[in-house]
């Protein structure tokens, strides 16, 4: 989790720093900050830059139930990584909301973070169909977005995930 928030805090720093004429995201060649962080799922794999923005940055994690010991740790983990003082420099305000198994209500979040300016928006997608529209919105507006363990199915956002598959091979 530790290596996650590191690598979205690295990823949201690039994104905003990143120069472009048109709002949303730019597809651009590969990784920037350090290409040993992130491996393409696949060679479609696309990479994108959005606007600079200065900071700090206000970033928001929408997630969905805390039904377990890993959803618990990993939203105390982010909260503690945020409050380190070499990160909270960089940050404004960082916001974490669980909104349980309802789907519509995490959609609601993730666009009221979009209403209220804030840079990215991490989400661990309760449906990760459903999603689309709030993709649409924040790229609209700027806003990077960022799904991880149930990532968001579209390819207009970053999805960071593990490769199940192949850890589970390696556990054997």
Same mark, same amino acid.
């Given at each position: ?8 805090? +690295? ?11 048109? +709002? ?9 900050? /350090? ?17 600079? =923005? ?16 890993? =959803? ?34 995490? %959609? ?10 804030? /840079?990215? %928006?991490?989400?661990? &997608? ?9 993709? =649409?919105? +924040?790229?609209? &507006? ?28 390696? +556990?054997?």
């Amino acid at each position: 989790m530790k290596k996650l928030l590191t690598m979205t805090t +690295a990823t949201v720093a690039l994104m905003m720093t990143a120069h472009v004429a048109m +709002a949303g995201p730019q597809t651009v060649a590969g990784p920037g900050a /350090d290409p040993s962080c992130f491996t393409p799922v696949s060679e479609n794999t696309n990479y994108f830059q959005w606007p600079a =923005r200065e900071g700090p940055y206000k970033i928001a994690l929408v997630n969905g139930f805390i039904a377990n010991d890993w =959803r618990v740790q990993m939203i105390a983990v982010a909260k503690a990584y945020a409050a380190q003082p070499a990160v909270a420099a960089d940050i404004e305000e960082f916001k974490v909301v669980s909104v349980g198994e309802d789907i519509a209500a995490q %959609i609601a979040a993730a666009n009221n973070f979009i209403d209220q300016g804030f /840079d990215a %928006i991490i989400i661990n &997608a309760n449906n990760t169909a459903a999603f689309g529209s709030v993709v =649409r919105k +924040a790229n609209e &507006a700027d806003v990077v977005v960022l799904s991880f363990d149930n990532v968001i199915d579209d390819p207009n956002q970053i999805a960071i995930n593990v490769d199940q598959k192949g850890l589970g091979k390696s +556990a054997g």
